[in-house]
């Protein structure tokens, strides 16, 4: 009897406290509401940024961010040669070549400038070529119309240029290039004789390609070191005209429209205003959230300041690209008309991502926070 009585008490328990858990979940459920809003108040004031550590953060973070772009702008406005001046790989540079047909030799590539920015014609070949089949190479326009300064192509195409003492347009037409003296003003106003890379006659881009197949073949290592030299010599090209204002064009569009390419870029659309803006953004948000994680106190809740992490990023990338369209917008109507090409495109474009990216994060670490908040007020009594 004592056992059914004991039996009896713990069943009248267990009933009791499962009405008990009844209860408590059918009202956890009832103020479902409530609980929800206060988990998201307490994830919202968790993830502020407005404390002393993450506004510091923030303006530390803007400055940097204004330095590169300020930077970046100034870049935009040297000229070629002051930009060349600036690349550690790059060196004094003269037209000696020995106008060997489709050859140049691996001292040649290294002392003497890359053949597709040549732009001057030998004045026989206009007299003696069809209209057709004129160069048509510009200071103005070499950079589109010269498959060489593709940043896609011209790793193919610019490298056979180097190693051939060659041109080739965007139609894929070629020519040779080789060292001739020309007159020229001088800064100072006075004329002088110089050797300069000249457009001599017109060449065979399938020749071109041959003729480096062949060295290959024949020269075997050497050849491959010769190889190299030139691919170096192209990507050292290419780095050194990416900051300038005109900069390259998008990879590929050259050879489909060289005039396509060059209003691109005057509306500021083009390798440059992508590469360096994205390149600094990533770099300068990586050691934002890599400095702000390590300041990272013992209490701090893991998600709630990675939360702030993002939060600060987009924020700093929101301000620094908007101060970079007022002073784009202010610098355009005040009537500089190279504007468009001085701002950061690619900074934008990044700036973009983030606050979508940081935008999915946010919602998506807020509904699991209020998901486990209310789990454990849920599960607060158990069975």
Not at 137 to 145: D, I, L, V, Y
């Amino acid at each position: 009897m004592s056992d059914i009585s004991k039996a009896i008490q713990d069943w009248e328990k267990m009933v009791s406290h499962t009405d008990e858990v009844l209860k408590h979940r059918i009202s956890v459920y009832e103020h479902s509401e409530s609980i929800l809003s206060a988990a998201q108040e307490e994830f919202c004031f968790g993830s502020s940024l407005l404390n002393k550590k993450d506004m510091s953060f923030l303006v530390f973070a803007c400055i940097l961010h204004g330095m590169v772009k300020y930077g970046i702008r100034k870049m935009r406005m040297m000229n070629d040669k002051d930009l060349a001046e600036m690349n550690p790989l790059h060196h004094e540079e003269h037209s000696t070549r020995m106008n060997n047909k489709y050859y140049c030799s691996r001292e040649e590539i290294i002392s003497n400038p890359v053949p597709f920015d040549a732009i001057i014609v030998d004045p026989m070949y206009k007299v003696s070529s069809w209209q057709r089949l004129k160069p048509g190479f510009k200071g103005t326009n070499h950079r589109f119309t010269a498959l060489g300064h593709d940043p896609l192509l011209g790793l193919v195409v610019g490298t056979s240029n180097i190693m051939t003492s060659t041109i080739t347009r965007s139609d894929f037409r070629s020519w040779h290039v080789r060292t001739e003296q020309h007159q020229r003003l001088k800064r100072n106003g006075k004329r002088a004789i110089e050797s300069l890379d000249t457009i001599c006659e017109s060449a065979s881009t399938i020749e071109m390609f041959k003729a480096v197949s062949d060295r290959l073949n024949k020269e075997g290592k050497d050849g491959w070191i010769t190889l190299g030299t030139a691919l170096a010599k192209e990507v050292v090209h290419l780095l050194t005209d990416i900051p300038s204002l005109m900069s390259l064009p998008l990879p590929v569009i050259s050879a489909i429209s060289p005039d396509f390419a060059h209003k691109l870029s005057l509306y500021g659309i083009n390798t440059g205003t992508i590469v360096e803006g994205t390149i600094a953004n990533k770099i300068i948000n990586f050691v934002v959230a890599f400095l702000h994680r390590l300041c990272m106190e013992e209490g701090d809740d893991e998600r709630l300041y990675q939360v702030r992490t993002s939060k600060l990023i987009t924020a700093a990338n929101l301000i620094a690209t908007g101060g970079d369209l007022v002073v784009t917008i202010y610098q355009a109507y005040k009537g500089d008309l190279k504007a468009m090409r001085k701002f950061d495109l690619g900074g934008y474009m990044c700036t973009l991502g983030n606050l979508v990216s940081s935008t999915r994060l946010v919602n998506q670490l807020e509904c699991e926070y209020m998901n486990e908040k209310f789990k454990l007020e849920l599960n607060r009594i158990n069975y």
